[in-house]
T-cell receptor, first 113, second 118 residues
Framework: LAKTTQPISMDSYEGQEVNITCSHNNIATNDYITWYQQFPSQGPRFIIQGYKTKVTNEVASLFIPADRKSSTLSLPRVSLSDTAVYYCLVGASGSGGYQKVTFGTGTKLQVIP | GAVVSQHPSRVICKSGTSVKIECRSLDFQATTMFWYRQFPKQSLMLMATSNEGSKATYEQGVEKDKFLINHASLTLSTLTVTSAHPEDSSFYIC??????????????FGPGTRLTVL
């Protein structure tokens, strides 16, 4: 299982762009990179998933370099409601079924007014 | 979008009693569901992988006789905490993956169940 490493915490002012980087040095060929957001006392919520290069949806962008050993979640113009813990997960489904993933420490993002 | 529900959302019980938590995929079928436990200010810890129609696979250190998992259908998995003790108090979260999903690893998480054992 690919282990992920993220900063424990980050602070940002409202309206700024926030970039959270995740390291996953032993990512496997079939692994995808998925980011989740979790608010206190709630289940994680899917944000974005990618395999390589860049993926963008309505809430975030995900940048993955060619070697895929890291990834960066970019949140444009954060607001106070983006204060949450963000988790980077690496895994894939395989011929043997759905591979389990391990949650890392996550990054606690605090958005400041 | 894919929705996963959990019931109950919170439960308080006396030490020694058993508590059952249900996890349902509402608009998709899930061959595999996962159960996690999360203590305050900590990350999610995978407890077990629940496969429809077969025995669950437990992570190291998780007692299978204490945390009974049943995945009787493609939309329902249950976690029963038997003879609960205060140290079992935690936030329990389930997740499921659409069996028709692609190669990625998008899990859909339930809202969680807060268990407090007195």
């Amino acid at each position: 299982l690919a282990k992920t490493t993220q900063p424990i915490s980050m602070d940002s002012y409202e309206g700024q762009e926030v970039n959270i980087t995740c390291s996953h040095n032993n990512i496997a060929t079939n692994d995808y990179i998925t980011w989740y957001q979790q608010f206190p006392s709630q289940g994680p919520r899917f944000i974005i998933q990618g395999y390589k290069t860049k993926v963008t949806n309505e809430v975030a962008s995900l940048f993955i370099p060619a070697d895929r050993k890291s990834s960066t979640l970019s949140l444009p113009r954060v607001s106070l409601s983006d204060t949450a813990v963000y988790y980077c997960l690496v895994g894939a489904s395989g011929s043997g079924g759905y591979q389990k993933v391990t949650f890392g420490t996550g990054t606690k993002l605090q958005v400041i007014p | 979008g894919a929705v996963v529900s959990q019931h109950p959302s919170r439960v308080i019980c006396k030490s020694g009693t058993s508590v059952k938590i249900e996890c349902r995929s509402l608009d998709f079928q899930a061959t595999t569901m996962f159960w996690y436990r999360q203590f305050p200010k900590q990350s999610l810890m995978l407890m077990a992988t629940s496969n429809e129609g077969s025995k669950a696979t437990y992570e190291q250190g998780v007692e299978k006789d204490k945390f009974l998992i049943n995945h009787a259908s493609l939309t329902l998995s249950t976690l029963t905490v038997t003879s609960a003790h205060p140290e079992d108090s935690s936030f329990y979260i389930c997740s499921a993956r659409d069996r028709l999903g692609g190669q990625g690893y998008e899990q859909f998480f339930g809202p969680g169940t807060r268990l407090t054992v007195l």
